[in-house]
């Protein structure tokens, strides 16, 4: 199994460019979710969702938006970017959108917007 | 809302030391509390869980008591090995009014362990 994968593990951006950072699993997970980990901060829930088709926002959504077409794949779109989404994103996914289920993480994609 | 507040770090321990990372949360209702690990490189993975007042959760060697007289859940481990080095994130689970999970993370602990 390959777990959660995020692509790409590094990216360079200007601001105001676009770009979609992408996020499969391949466990059959309901639940996938979008977190942020900035220094001295921690992680920060963006956006989830609770099966294809369902989205919902998190702590910190503004400037982001998300789909869920199917249930494998879960992307992060910044549609203008800004320096204060220079950060490492990470993806995340559980069988269950209950705290039951144990979160399985990407490896993350660092992200820095100049 | 919700937080978790976590002592700096990092925390520097020759192996075979004791281990404690403490862990302190605020929340209304009674959440989950978890540990989660993250190694050099790779992303967060769960090392432990509890989920009522009293509850130990534990796993590697690693131990950690829900504690709700004191709103703690302190990580401790006996005997620290060099593979042990990491970060820590001590989280809560904030189900909110759907009753999906989110995480509230803590600002995580790094820990160094020296030969």
């Known amino acids: 199994n390959a777990g959660v994968t995020q692509t790409p593990k590094f990216q360079v951006l200007k601001t105001g460019q676009s770009m979609t950072l992408q996020c499969a699993q391949d466990?059959?997970?309901?639940?996938m979710s979008w977190y942020r980990q900035d220094p001295g901060m921690g992680l920060r829930l963006i956006h989830y969702?609770?099966?294809?088709?369902?989205?919902d926002q998190g702590e910190v959504p503004n400037g982001y938006n998300v789909s869920r077409s199917t249930t494998e794949d879960f992307p992060l779109r910044l549609l203008s970017a800004a320096p204060s989404q220079t950060s490492v994103y990470f993806c995340?996914?559980?069988?269950?959108?209950?705290?039951?289920?144990?979160?399985?993480f990407g490896n993350g994609t660092r992200l820095t917007v100049t | 809302g919700d937080s978790v507040t976590q002592m700096e770090g990092p925390v520097t321990l020759s192996e075979e030391a004791f281990l404690t990372i403490n862990c302190t949360y605020t929340?209304?209702?009674?959440?989950?509390l978890f540990w989660y690990v993250q190694y050099p490189g790779e992303g967060l993975q769960l090392l432990l869980k509890?989920?009522?007042?009293?509850d130990k959760g534990s796993n590697k060697g690693f131990e950690a008591t829900y504690r709700k007289e004191t709103t703690s859940f302190h990580l401790e481990k006996g005997s620290v090995q060099v593979s042990d080095s990491a970060v820590y994130f001590c989280?809560?689970?904030?189900?909110?009014?759907?009753?999906?999970?989110?995480?509230?993370f803590g600002t995580g602990t790094r820990l160094l362990v020296s030969p």
């Open positions: 995340a996914s559980s069988l269950r959108p209950y705290e039951d289920s144990p979160l399985h």
């Open positions: 466990m059959n997970h309901e639940y």
């Open positions: 969702s609770v099966g294809a088709g369902i989205t």
């Open positions: 929340a209304t209702g009674y959440p989950s």
């Open positions: 509890a989920t009522k007042a009293d």
């Open positions: 989280a809560l689970s904030d189900r909110g009014n759907t009753g999906f999970q989110k995480l509230v």
